[in-house]
């Protein structure tokens, strides 16, 4: 059974950092691009970040870049997103999926490898 948790969101005050861990069961997580997905109340959801699965290629979305490092732990079958200097504006639900391919144009998810999210909330 294909399973996906993440964990590891919270409340942080401006400026400070967290790690999210996206941990899969049923599936290798380096064989699947892995992407990292948030949606804000009222808003659409975004793709974030992504890294692919055969040479471990990063995507940022442009509003995290420079502030966000995602990292794959192939023994742990975790993929990691940090996030530093975070903002207001990054508050969120954060959701993990394995996706079809990542690309600088988006990351399609594949059905039924969603996780339940975690939740980030960032006080100005």
């Known amino acids: 059974e294909v399973q996906v948790v993440e964990s590891g969101g919270g409340l942080v005050q401006a400026g400070g950092s967290l790690t999210l861990s996206c941990a899969a069961s049923?599936?290798?997580?380096?064989?699947?691009?892995i992407g990292w997905f948030r949606q804000a109340p009222g808003k659409e959801r975004d793709g974030v970040s992504c890294i692919s699965a055969n040479n471990g290629d990063t995507y940022y979305m442009d509003s995290v870049k420079g502030r966000a490092t995602i990292s794959r732990d192939n023994a742990k079958n975790t993929v990691y997103l940090q996030m530093n200097s975070l903002k207001p504006e990054d508050t969120a639900t954060y959701y993990c999926?394995?996706?079809?391919?990542?690309?600088?144009?988006?990351?399609?998810?594949?059905?039924?490898?969603w996780g339940q999210g975690t939740q980030v909330t960032v006080s100005s």
């Open positions: 999926a394995a996706v079809y391919y990542c690309s600088d144009y988006g990351y399609p998810p594949r059905p039924d490898y």
């Open positions: 049923g599936f290798a997580v380096d064989d699947f691009a």
